[in-house]
């Protein structure tokens, strides 16, 4: 690796396995700010923006936190990241955050804002119930009184009161944010030896535990690096697409284990939010109404969005179709309700348009993946050996 | 083949019990005949159940969960599961789902032993559970039958917002009720719903009451056990017909005459003689019912008040339907079903329920399959002991997986339980 890509991964891993979010504690100091923690799938980060708060992204522990407390919260055959962040929660980790907001994934996350509200009463918990009628007279209204709501919210807790122009100015930001990520995932679908996905994963994690200035900085480096890293060199890899793990994301040492399997994977669920919306955002007009139009008609079929009249799994084998993906890898975390349930209908689409495909499942905090990586192994050969 | 020695000993019922059996077996026959009789059918779930709205246009409900229950019940659940899961559905996901699926693929024989009817409508009434919507995507795709989504916003802060009410009520006018009139070929008539709403009140009223004599000293009731079968007509198909108002009017007379002469809840084996006094939480077993009962009932627990028997609606805080105003009462009483509550709702009702009631304490009854009741449960007992002072249980079972159901850990933990809170009152503590 050259010095410049080193440095950069190097940084964004570093802020990626900072626990203790020590970028939002800096963040803080410098401007005296609100910092609002985050759970995946999907947030308005622009709006937070506006206000003056830096939104944080919360994705569990991984694989770095021993679980001391959190495993108390839950009974075994709950899934992981809400015992881990029950456990950073409660370890301090996150004494720098004045709030959280708990977006509508599934009964877990969704029960575990009331957890939230009765551990730490003083602090903003907020539920953020996302439509699922995407009708803009229906949904759209009730969308928009939400984030009214928690713009007001905010705003008692100390936060700028909700402007328009404010507001205008943080959609253009994070267009220009969501314009980077879709540039390299564009470079990776086109080059994948050009931008591993372990890099790109630590890359999109460090981007929701700072400022979005800075994460369009390290990006913007990154690209340049790796546009300039000719000695990496094509493989005869297979390529993939991994979804599932739009939640409780994988360890990074598995994600590593695919790419050592010999998997190119050429698009993925990981970090969604900043490719939640797959357009750019309109940067005049009434902002607030681009937020709502926006989420009700460019979101991505995600497992916790109802899907009504398409077909299922339409939409994953567009994404396999764009990406030049030579096969699907269902990789859920266990016991995820929103991902596990969806796998069998999106399978039954795949299958039927005779893509390759196998399944596994992780925990954010495994550390063996000698099964994973010869199943992996085995798909690729299989892809490389018998695919037309 | 079975001697009279080794006969099952007969299981005693009230006669409402024998009721409210014959009332959904009647349902279940007359949704086997709709393929003749030209009845339509739609598939719908029991938080957040808008019957009265279904009956408004002569549709026939059906209740993937009750099937489910009722295959749970009927020994069948270990086969249909085990059917979905060779299918590919994951062994981590609920088992009312895959218990369902392996029902339909089995023929979809209910528990009459006649055949279901495939779905007119699937009226997904996305109230307090994630995972019902993913069900219906799964029946959406079995069937091909057309899907009326209502989308029922979760009481986050613990509250009905005006927004949350407006919502829900234009997906009423502008989804749902297009969709019933497609699927009825019949217009919607207010009128004719709000007729039902007034006798939905009024059963509620009676069903309230029964609830409530379990704060009397003995119970006369099982507030758990026994209260399954009390909610059944108003969970199910009954809420808001005349039959409804016939059954809780019964039932509660049926009370009023145990209370008067100081008697105990019948269980399975005879009349409990009440020890302990407990508040569950969750739902309760259904692949081994009986014999889950048996272990409170030998131990003379009785449970006064539980949180199932809100899953279809909570009407012991005050809500009953509204004949004034038909949809939005619908709306109200969807979003108040039990798991559409927040934790901190969740935990003030369960410790009233410990004060009011005079329970000895809170036990948890933890399903594997449903995240919608167990995640958090263990906070939720945490905070109903500090708050109460009143000692929590701990167990763990499953809806409708046997293998789930661990009769001598649950027996275990449950003695153990009721030993701590002897042990507690021999010390002259709160139990």
Known sequence: MTGELELVVAEAEELFRDLRLGAVRRWKEETGGLAVGYMPIYVPLELFHAQGVMPVGIFGGGDQLEIIRGDAYYQSYICHIPRSTIELGLNGAFDCLDGMVFPAICDVVRNLSGMWKLQFPDRLVRYLDVPQNFDPEVGGRFYRAELESLAAELAARGAASYDASRLRESIAVYNELRGRVRDLYDLRRREPWKVPTHELYVLLRASVVQPVEASIRLLDRYREAALAADERRPMDQARVLVTGSFCEQPPLGLIRTLERSGCYVVDDDFVQIHRWMECDLPTGGDPLASLVDAFLADSVASPVRYIGEETKGRALLERVERSGAEGVLFCAPSFCDPALLDQPMIVAAVEAAGIPWTAFKYAENNGQFQVIREQAGTFSDSIKLWSD | MTTPAEAVPEVRKDGSQHKQKQMIADHFSRLARAPRTGDKCVYTFVPGNLTELLLSFDLLPVLPEINALQSG?????????????????????????????????????????????????????????????????ILRQEYGAPVAMLHVPYQGDGEITAAMRDYVVEQLRRNVIPALERVSGKSYDEDRLSELLARSARAEDDLVWVLESAKNRPSPIDAYFGGVYYIGPIFTAFRGTDEAIDYYRELRAEVEQRLADGRGPLAPDGEIEERFRL??????????????????????????????????????????????????????????????LNLPRRVELLSRYVVDYGADGLLVNSVKSCNSFSAGQLMILREVENRTGAPGGFIESDLVDPRYFAASNIKNRLESYLQMIDQKRQAGGTA
């Open chain 2, 73 to 137: 019940m009927r020994g069948k659940s270990r086969e249909y599961i085990s059917l979905a899961e060779k299918q590919g559905h994951s062994e981590d996901v609920c088992t009312y789902v895959k218990c369902d699926l392996g029902m339909m693929k089995s023929g979809n024989v209910g528990p009459t032993g006649e055949k279901i009817p495939d779905p007119d409508l699937l009226l997904l009434s996305y109230t307090g559970c994630f995972t019902f919507m993913k069900w219906f995507e």
């Open chain 2, 279 to 340: 508040v569950v939480e969750g739902p309760p077993n259904w692949t081994s019912f009986r014999e889950f009962w048996r272990m409170f009932a030998d131990e003379g627990a009785v449970v006064v008040a539980s949180s199932y028997t809100k899953v279809g609606g909570v009407y012991d805080t005050g809500f009953r339907h509204d004949p004034a105003r038909p949809l939005e009462s619908l709306a109200d009483y969807c979003m108040g079903c039990y798991t559409n």
